[in-house]
Every structure is written in C-alpha cells, then in structure tokens.
Antibody, heavy 120, light 107 residues
Framework: QITLTESGPTVVKPTQTLTLTCTFS??????????VGWIRQPPGKALEWLAL???????RYSPSLKTRLTITKDTSKNQVVLTVTNMDPVDTATYYC????????????WGPGTPVTVSS | DIQMTQSPSSLSASVGDRVTITCRAS??????LNWYQQKPGKAPKLLIY???SLESGVPSRFSGSESGTDFTLTISSLQPEDFATYSC?????????FGQGTKVDIK
C-alpha cells in the first residue's frame, strides 16, 4: 500500500525559503522506474506541476520556477525534499507530493497536501 | 511548455446525465493524457491515464477518448459522488502541465 505525506511550515514570510518534506511508504526510491513529484494549487485555482525526481536522481523542473526550486531525495529515510527560495504571496498554495513512474509520468498516488501561506 | 485548455470551465448537470469534458493540447502529445478528479479539500485522484485506460478501481461510467490533440472525458451517467472538479494533464513532455479544471456541479 503506497502512502505519501507532506510536512513543512504552514506560514512563511516573503523572501524566505520554504522547505517541504514528502515522507512515503509502500515503495522505495531505490527501485528502478520510481519517481516522486511535487504539484501545487493556489486557492481556487488550477494544479501546477513543479518538479519530479526519479530513482536514478534524474530531476525535472518547471521552467518558470526552475531558478527557485530544488528537489532532492533521501532514499534511506524514504523522503523527498522540495525547497522553494524567495517566497512571495503568489506562492500561497496547497503543496502536494505524488508517486509517479518513469515513462508514464502521471501521478497515481497522492499525499493529502499541505497548505502554505506566504505573509508578513 | 505545452498548454492544456479545458472546456467548459464549469457545467451544471443532473444525476443520470451524460457529461463530456474536453481538453485540447497546444501541440501533439500522442496519447499521453491523464484525467484526475478532485473534491473540495482533497487531493486529486487519478481516473484515466494514457487517454483511455481506466485506473484500477475507477467505475466504468468514466471513459476517455482522443482525436488528434483533442481529448474527452465522458461520464456516462452522472452519480451524486461525481460532483467534483476534473483536470487533465499531459505527460508527453516536461513540464507535465495541467489544464485549468472543469467544475461539475448540481443543476
């Protein structure tokens, strides 16, 4: 049974760096073909694809946010970490992590999401 | 980036209605199109992948089809639990962009 859970601060100040952790079970990022991605959704708006990391440390980023995003994995802890630098109020959203497979690229298992508000 | 345009942005329907939602890609994505259902306050749920393959456990009233760069999600007979927002996603080329969503509510 695959599960994922996001964790991190619920409020950050403008210009600060956001660090979110996705902790998962039921699979390993040492398995060939496995990936974990991050997606966000501002209140009342559409889903936005952010980043994806694969078992072989291949990383993909949204070009519009690439300079601000870093995705890493800790295989021993079953965790994936997303950092977003220079946070702005427009980054206020619910952030989701999700399981994916190389070659498919859709997300078949999702975490419940974690809300992040950017406010001074 | 590949742009995904959904229509309509919202619709009102009754239980038992046949509902169709369309997603158009800005360029070819072959069959790399996925559909998700999202209810308020919940994470999206994968319904259909590769344009027409039903995810395990998803009711057969949901179906997907494609014609070139146009993709369709059909709910054959709308049920009370189907009132939600539906989003498409292309998985052909990174960044794997989503459509803006279609909200289905009760008429």
């Amino acid at each position: 049974q695959i599960t994922l859970t996001e964790s991190g601060p619920t409020v950050v100040k403008p210009t600060q760096t956001l660090t979110l952790t996705c902790t998962f079970s039921g699979f390993s990022l040492s398995y060939s073909g496995v990936g974990v991605g991050w997606i966000r959704q501002p209140p009342g708006k559409a889903l936005e694809w952010l980043a994806l990391i694969y078992w072989d440390d291949d990383k993909r980023y949204s070009p519009s946010l690439k300079t601000r995003l870093t995705i890493t994995k800790d295989t021993s802890k079953n965790q994936v970490v997303l950092t977003v630098t220079n946070m702005d109020p427009v980054d206020t959203a619910t952030y989701y992590c999700a399981h994916s497979r190389y070659g498919d690229y859709y997300f078949d298992f999702w975490g419940p999401g974690t809300p992040v508000t950017v406010s001074s | 980036d590949i742009q995904m345009t959904q229509s309509p942005s919202s619709l009102s329907a009754s239980v038992g209605d046949r509902v169709t939602i369309t997603c158009r890609a800005s360029q070819t994505i072959r069959s790399y199109l996925n559909w998700y259902q999202q209810k308020p306050g919940k994470a999206p749920k994968l319904l259909i992948y590769a344009a027409s393959s039903l995810e395990s456990g998803v009711p057969s009233r949901f179906s997907g089809s494609e014609s070139g760069t146009d993709f369709t999600l059909t709910i054959s007979s709308l049920q009370p639990e189907d009132f939600a927002t539906y989003s498409c996603q292309q998985s052909y080329s990174s960044p794997y962009t989503f459509g803006q969503g279609t909200k289905v509510d009760i008429k």
